[in-house]
Nanobody, 119 residues
Framework: QVQLVESGGGLVQAGGSLRLSCEDS????????MGWFRQAPGKEREFVAA?????????YADSVKGRFTISRDNANKHTVYLQMSSLKPEDTAVYYC???????????WGQGTQVTVSS
C-alpha cells in the first residue's frame, strides 16, 4: 500500500508561488507514475499534472499548463513536487497526490494540502 503525505500548501496572493510536496513514507512509489489532483469547494476532484516513474514524461491539465511544473526525486527523498507559479484565485483547492495510470488515480486519497489564493 502506497502511503503518501502531502504538504506545502498555504495562503498566497494572486501571482505568487508555492511548492507542494508529496512524500512516500513507504518508499515504494518509484515504480509508479505519479499525479497531482485538486478539489475546490463544491466541485469534483480534477487532474492537475502527472509524471512518469522515471521523470522523463510529464502531462498537465490545460488550466495549469505553463504555470505549474511537476517533478520527482526517487533517489533521495522519494518525493513528488508541484511547483506552482502565477497562481490565480481559481487555483484555490485542496491538492492531493496519487499514483496514476494516465490521469486515473490508483490508490486511496491522503489528507491533502490546502492552497488558498487571494485576489
Amino acid at each position: 500500500q502506497v502511503q503518501l503525505v502531502e504538504s506545502g500548501g498555504g495562503l498566497v496572493q494572486a501571482g505568487g508561488s508555492l511548492r507542494l510536496s508529496c512524500e512516500d513514507s513507504g518508499h515504494t512509489f518509484f515504480t509508479y507514475s505519479m499525479g497531482w489532483f485538486r478539489q475546490a469547494p463544491g466541485k469534483e476532484r480534477e487532474f492537475v499534472a502527472a509524471i512518469s516513474w522515471g521523470g522523463g514524461v510529464t502531462h498537465y491539465a490545460d488550466s495549469v499548463k505553463g504555470r505549474f511544473t511537476i517533478s520527482r526525486d526517487n533517489a533521495n527523498k522519494h518525493t513528488v513536487y508541484l511547483q506552482m507559479s502565477s497562481l490565480k484565485p481559481e487555483d484555490t483547492a485542496v491538492y492531493y497526490c496519487n499514483p496514476v495510470t494516465g490521469t486515473r488515480p490508483l490508490s486511496s486519497w491522503g489528507q491533502g494540502t490546502q492552497v488558498t489564493v487571494s485576489s
